[in-house]
């Protein structure tokens, strides 16, 4: 399936998402919240914003067609 650029990013921020999530349950170290100063902070709220909107971009991946992997 091809991708384009937004794809990408989208792919991208789901997957540090989820490295995020993995060290809050693991570790119960949330590293956005650690950097930016508190989970409450304004910078940790869009960047949990943007994070939240590229998961439910990718939704869309999940429905779009698949190309034919061979090409004549």
């Known amino acids: 399936m091809a991708r ?4 990408r990013i989208a792919l991208i921020l789901v997957i540090i998402g989820a490295i995020v999530w993995l060290s ?3 570790f ?3 590293f956005v ?3 930016f100063g508190g989970a409450t902070s304004t ?3 869009i960047i949990y914003s943007v994070v ?3 998961g439910i971009y990718s939704i869309s991946l999940l429905f779009r ?3 034919e ?3 004549e």
């Open 4 to 7: 384009n650029g937004l794809d």
């Open 33 to 35: 919240a650690a950097l």
């Open 24 to 26: 809050v349950g693991l």
């Open 28 to 30: 119960q170290f949330d």
């Open 69 to 71: 992997a061979v090409r």
């Open 65 to 67: 067609n698949r190309e």
């Open 43 to 45: 910078v940790s709220r």
């Open 52 to 54: 939240g909107v590229a």
